[in-house]
């Protein structure tokens, strides 16, 4: 498990959001461990001529030391993805963007991607104001008392000026 952690944090800091990682997956059977990073840009993972895969299997090696296999797999729809959603905004909130036209924005696109539900919640010291607090915003229906209901959860954190703001979403798929 500790292991696993691992794997997950040098992943995350070596691609970073430029990759737009989603997830880190990782399947152990009999001497083997089989890494499969979902991403919505595999060329970035990639890099040109493999050069990024190959630093990255050198790391991985050096920190599990043990027989292992790499997979890269594209995200067909970053914008009905919590994860990514959650990273994308996170960034616009650190390039100064007005933060409710971000998420509102940003909800419309998700629920304009096809998923049935989509709620953001941002919270911190939105604009630079002195009292932090919560501000969200939620398209269509996100069941969250239902428990076979298909609902992804991402975080993020904006490193601003004033401080860290967080941001949460949900994205209800059926």
Known sequence: LIADIKIR?????KLGFRAGVAS???????GQLIVTINTSKPGVVIGRGGVGVEALKKDLKKL???????NIEEVKSPEA????????????LERRMAFRRVIKG??????????????????GRLNGAEMARRES????????HTIKANIQYGTARAQ???????????????
Not at 24 to 30: G, K, Q
Not at 137 to 144: E, F, H, V
Not at 161 to 170: E, H, N, Q
């Open 24 to 30: 880190v997956v990782i399947e152990r059977s009999t």
């Open 81 to 92: 993805h919590a994860q990514l959603i959650a990273e994308n905004v996170a960034s616009q």
């Open 106 to 123: 940003t909800v419309d696109n998700a629920i304009k991607s096809g998923v049935l539900g989509a709620k953001i919640t941002v919270s």
């Open 160 to 174: 601003t000026t004033y401080g860290i703001i967080g941001v949460k979403v949900w994205v209800y798929k059926g």
């Open 64 to 70: 599990t030391g043990e027989e292992f296999k790499l």
């Open 9 to 13: 944090d040098l992943v995350s800091k």
């Open 137 to 144: 915003a939620s398209q269509g229906s996100i069941p969250l």
